[in-house]
T-cell receptor, first 115, second 115 residues
Framework: GAVVSQHPSWVICKSGTSVKIECRSL??????MFWYRQFPKQSLMLMAT?????????EQGVEKDKFLINHASLTLSTLTVTSAHPEDSSFYIC???????????FGPGTRLTVT | LAKTTQPISMDSYEGQEVNITCSHN???????ITWYQQFPSQGPRFIIQ???TKVTNEVASLFIPADRKSSTLSLPRVSLSDTAVYYC????????????????FGKGTHLIIQP
């Protein structure tokens, strides 16, 4: 149980285009989902927290107009990187948490490369 | 969130028991201690969580002294596939609620298992 999937697993896009990454909780309802970013050989950095049906909360330094987050259902959250630039190239990981448990279950991650 | 300190790296050999210690001097009363494992280009995987004393599951044990200012993750009889980065995190939460915040990851411990 507690499986979280992400799609796509990797994506290459051209500078200036937008990319959408999906995060799904497959066997539980996720009241809260989190988005992290991880650069090579670095730790995960929390980008934003999204609760189903409400606006996402962004961490300091994360541009909310650039990283659009939608959590329209209890099993799906999406992260859209708008007008992507090479410096947005990173490993994006989502996690999901149900309302009654503390553990966060992480997705497999999405490798974004912007050329 | 309480800050954690772990060794940057550790080496061991197959079949050995590995203990990774994490310091969290500023842990709060309602904080839990959680360990995650991460392989390259994958999302973190939950290993174990505890509040005090000792917790054991099918993959690891977690030892927490009475003052809770540190914790030790114990991996019995490691194999080559245990080579990964191990993160110790401290955050509020529990079975019945809390833990609504995203997780703050430190640098983690890069464990290398040799034949």
């Amino acid at each position: 149980g507690a499986v979280v999937s992400q799609h796509p697993s990797w994506v290459i896009c051209k500078s200036g285009t937008s990319v959408k990454i999906e995060c799904r909780s497959l066997d539980f309802q996720a009241t809260t989902m989190f988005w992290y970013r991880q650069f090579p050989k670095q730790s995960l950095m929390l980008m934003a927290t999204s609760n189903e049906g409400s606006k996402a909360t962004y961490e300091q330094g994360v541009e909310k107009d650039k990283f659009l987050i939608n959590h329209a259902s209890l099993t799906l959250s999406t992260l859209t990187v708008t007008s992507a630039h090479p410096e947005d190239s990173s490993f994006y990981i989502c996690s999901a948490r149900s309302g009654s448990r503390y553990e966060q279950y992480f997705g497999p991650g999405t490798r974004l490369t912007v050329t | 969130l309480a800050k954690t300190t772990q060794p940057i790296s550790m080496d061991s050999y197959e079949g050995q028991e590995v203990n990774i210690t994490c310091s969290h001097n500023n842990i709060a009363t309602n904080d839990y201690i959680t360990w995650y494992q991460q392989f390259p280009s994958q999302g973190p995987r939950f290993i174990i969580q505890g509040y005090k004393t000792k917790v054991t599951n099918e993959v690891a044990s977690l030892f927490i002294p009475a003052d809770r200012k540190s914790s030790t993750l114990s991996l019995p009889r490691v194999s080559l596939s245990d080579t990964a980065v191990y993160y110790c995190l401290v955050a509020a939460g529990g079975v019945t609620g809390g833990g609504a915040d995203g997780l703050t990851f430190g640098k983690g411990t890069h464990l290398i298992i040799q034949p």
